[in-house]
């Protein structure tokens, strides 16, 4: 089963070819306040997969014409390293990462208290260090954390992960070799505090079933994984404190 290309993706006692079951998350690693010159920044880790986030902002921007009159603009940039794949990545910007920005963007949008700060913008930059798949739900997560590190308010923070569907099973947080050869690939964001999805997508062809039970699985991650933004934000303030 979920044997590709002399790779065995899902072994006969269900476990994956790293090891991990079908509902377990790579190890995660996030700190905030990683860059000096950024208001907020954030590196997250989901296994090899290593991303950068850096928010500036709210600030006026030099190009006036650009402000809105009632709220902040949100200006979301992904951008993948030319040293993150194991083929050199042209530096060029390609159709992919003009889609993740947007597909982040408005993902993030509806967290944002971007009414408090009208006639500015908020700069979020994503920049994947290393890719070794899902590094648009390892973004979304790091640009959460950078926002709220920036101090910028949210109405929730919000954590991402992707289900896979491999051989006929789900699983989560699929690394690229999975992806490579999944039959579906669902990445899915939420901000769990506020019970709401930002960002649900399908590559791929699922059962309604499938789909019910992939979100289950993601969104029980995210409650994990924002937990972890959590701490590592508490950790943030209480380091502060005893300054
Ligand atoms: P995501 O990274 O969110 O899973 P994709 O499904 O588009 O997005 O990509 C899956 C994986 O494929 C990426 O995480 C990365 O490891 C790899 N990949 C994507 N684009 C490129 C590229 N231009 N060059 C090399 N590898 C890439």
Known sequence: MGKKGGQVLITEE??????????????????????????GSALVEFGGTKVLAAVYG???????????????????RYHMA???????????PSRREVELSKVIREALESVVLSDLYPRTVIDVFIE????????????????SLALADAGIPLRALVGA??????????VLDIDEV???YAEADM?????????????FQINGVMTK???AKGLDMALNAIERIVEMEKEVLRSKYARVGEV
């Open 14 to 39: 269900g476990l994956r070819h790293d090891g991990r079951r079908p509902d377990e998350l790579r190890q995660v690693r996030m700190e905030v306040d990683v860059l000096e010159n950024a208001d």
């Open 209 to 211: 079933e499938e789909v």
């Open 58 to 76: 709210p600030r006026e921007p030099i190009q006036k014409y650009i402000v809105l009159p009632d709220k902040a603009v949100l200006r979301v």
């Open 187 to 199: 990445p899915v964001g939420a901000a769990p505090d506020i019970g709401l999805v930002t960002l």
């Open 161 to 170: 992960v992707a289900v896979g569907k491999i051989g006929g099973t789900l």
């Open 82 to 92: 030319p040293f993150s794949t194991s083929e050199r990545k042209s530096p060029a």
């Open 178 to 180: 999975e992806d490579n």
């Open 128 to 143: 994947v260090l290393q890719a070794d798949g899902g590094t648009r739900t390892t973004g979304l997560t790091a640009a």
